[in-house]
């Protein structure tokens, strides 16, 4: 549609005749005007004239009489006036000979642009705790981190993913502690990252009687900070075994990340920027601590150095940023996390800013609210925390029942089974606006029958097996170019495939994965009102099965690249 957009913008530019120039108005500026009517019958697109009556001194109606008279858009669309408005019918043609090849002819570059060549975004996501569970509430920061990275990078931009493992400070201290107290080589070796989390879920009760761990604790954390050749060994051990594991649960999410660089990396990396804050007169002592008052920027103050000297959590991102801009030079270096750590990014982005790097603009929080689940009882040994992993498999044996039922015989079943449990997961989850508060139900999200991941995937796979019956019947794959007359269904879906690219423009304007996902609703919502009211290889005639194969091509193009974009796989079969 952006290309149709444009023309007719031109189209709107030339009969303004010099007088929107005149008034500052461009094709761009026009393009942005247009809107899509909310009733078909009104046609596929519109231009409210409202804003141009001020400068062209003249009502919106009369403006859009005379721009309908004017207008030189060829056939590809047919202007006419209602109200203060300029409407559009868009030729069937238009879509049918235009928009279908196109999508067959790009395939996988369908939507792709190269817009952000030359530009490097950092993104920074999922980031769990080591010796913390892995739970829940980094399902957001994982899947919308990542489709954020695949978005970019279908637009051209470098990427790079750094996964800002939280490896330091006094937890880890806790953990050894824990460790040498009550745990075991064979026990940690075996039980892996859960054996981990007991133990220091174990060291949180036992403190509760016994105050002496804390001073213990932190003993430990002190040796480790000072290279302690056994601390240091065991606390890489542990971040190699929770590495590890991790990648189990990024596997299953088709998740790589180019960089694991923990707190811990950036240690040697602070004093260079304590000092620099120190120079530029931003920190204060309050009661021990070193600060940098924020009150002027109606913020609390951002935490600095403890009483004993030691760095803390936003200290360690400062060192980060300056490290990654000075490694990578970004263009952009987005952060994403709960929202429950707005304030954080927002004081020491400030601090950041007020120690004079021109680079801060450049930094993004994308926040997002909290999940629960409800509808299924998860319990793990680190009471009441539902472990990512623990969810997954939740909902890939409930798949494997469902799939059982359906489909007894299918292939490779186990590994279909992974790809729509994780995908209802997935889906279920980013179809919310970002920043939500959500109640997950897993039930809901595993409904084939819903708006559902599971669902979207079915689709894409009925159009698999569409094409592949077409191919034993000796249809190839190229696109039907003839004359057509579309029916309603037909004209429907075209125009609703045409409109992937704007969708991922305004998911990446707006950092929001559920544009996308809600369009891949409105494609498969389009796609089956088509294969439910249209015989497709049992078509009256030949022009028409080709013409509605290509429709099927197209859908299946557009289905697979978005479901991509939202970390989603795309079995042929289910
Ligand atoms: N480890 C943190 C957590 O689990 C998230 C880290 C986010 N990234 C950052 N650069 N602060 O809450």
Avoid at 71 to 93: R, T
Wanted: net charge negative; proline share 4%.
């Amino acid at each position: 549609m952006q290309q149709l957009k444009r023309r007719l913008a031109d189209a709107i530019i030339s009969a303004l005749d010099g007088a929107g120039a005149a008034h500052g108005q461009t094709t761009d500026s026009i393009i942005d005007m247009l809107e899509y009517p909310p009733d078909p019958e009104l046609g596929e697109l519109s231009f409210p004239c409202f804003k141009l009556s001020r400068a062209l001194r003249k009502a919106p109606p009369a403006i859009a009489a005379e721009l309908a008279e004017k207008l030189q858009c060829g056939d590809i669309a047919q202007p006419h006036q209602a109200g203060g408005y300029l409407n559009f019918k868009v030729s069937p043609e238009y879509f049918t000979r235009g928009v279908i090849p196109k999508i067959i002819a790009e395939g996988d570059g369908y939507g792709r642009t190269n817009e952000g060549e030359g530009k490097t975004i950092v993104l920074d996501y999922s980031s769990p705790n080591i010796a913390k569970p892995f739970h829940l509430g980094h399902l957001g920061t994982t899947v919308i981190g990542h489709s954020l990275r695949l978005l970019h990078e279908f637009r051209g931009f470098k990427c790079i993913s750094v996964n800002h493992l939280g490896d330091w400070g006094t937890s880890l201290g806790k953990q050894i502690a824990a460790y040498k107290l009550w745990g075991s080589r064979e026990q940690v070796e075996s039980g892996g990252v859960d054996e981990l989390v007991s133990l220091y879920v174990r060291f949180h009760e036992e403190a509760e009687r016994d105050e002496s761990l804390w001073e213990r604790a932190r003993r430990e954390f002190a040796l480790l900070e000072g290279g302690d050749p056994e601390n240091t060994e065991l606390w890489k051990w542990f971040i190699d075994l929770s590495i590890e594991e991790y990648k189990k649960t990024y596997a299953q999410l088709g998740i790589e990340f180019d960089y694991y660089l923990g707190e811990s990396f950036y240690s040697d990396k602070m004093d260079e920027q304590v000092n620099l804050m120190r120079e530029k007169g931003l920190l204060k002592i309050d009661d021990g601590a070193s600060i940098v008052d924020l009150s002027e920027h109606n913020m609390p103050p951002c935490l600095i150095l403890k009483r004993d000297g030691t760095t803390l959590y936003p200290t360690r991102d400062i060192a980060a940023a300056v490290y990654r801009y000075n490694t990578f030079n970004f263009d952009r270096c987005i952060y994403v996390t709960s929202a429950g750590q707005s304030l954080h990014f927002a004081q020491w982005f400030k601090v950041v800013e007020l120690m004079g790097y021109p680079w801060a603009d450049r930094l993004v929080h994308v926040p997002y609210g909290t999940m629960s689940v409800g509808g299924a009882k998860l319990g793990t040994r680190s009471g009441n925390t539902i472990l990512l992993k623990e969810l997954f498999k939740l909902s890939i044996d409930k798949v494997k029942e469902i799939m059982a039922e359906k489909n007894a015989e299918l292939e490779d079943s186990d590994k279909i089974a992974e790809d729509v449990g994780v995908g209802a997961i997935v889906f279920g989850y980013l179809l919310n606006s970002r920043i939500k508060d959500i109640s997950f139900d897993l039930q809901e999200a595993l409904n084939f029958d819903g708006n559902t991941g599971p669902y979207a995937q079915y689709t894409y796979a009925r159009t698999c097996s569409v094409l592949a019956k077409a191919a034993e019947a000796g249809y190839g794959a190229e696109a039907f170019t003839g004359e057509f007359a579309p029916n309603e269904a037909e004209f429907e879906l075209a125009k609703t495939l045409s409109l992937f690219g704007e969708k991922v423009d305004d998911a990446l304007a707006s950092y929001e994965p559920s544009i996308v996902v809600r369009y891949i609703l409105d494609i498969c919502a389009s796609f089956n009102r088509f294969y439910n009211s249209c015989r497709i290889l049992g078509a009256e005639n030949d022009d028409m099965v080709r013409f509605r194969l290509g429709l099927v091509r197209a859908t299946n193009i557009t289905l697979k690249n978005a479901l991509h974009l939202v970390c989603m796989r795309t079995p042929t079969k289910i």
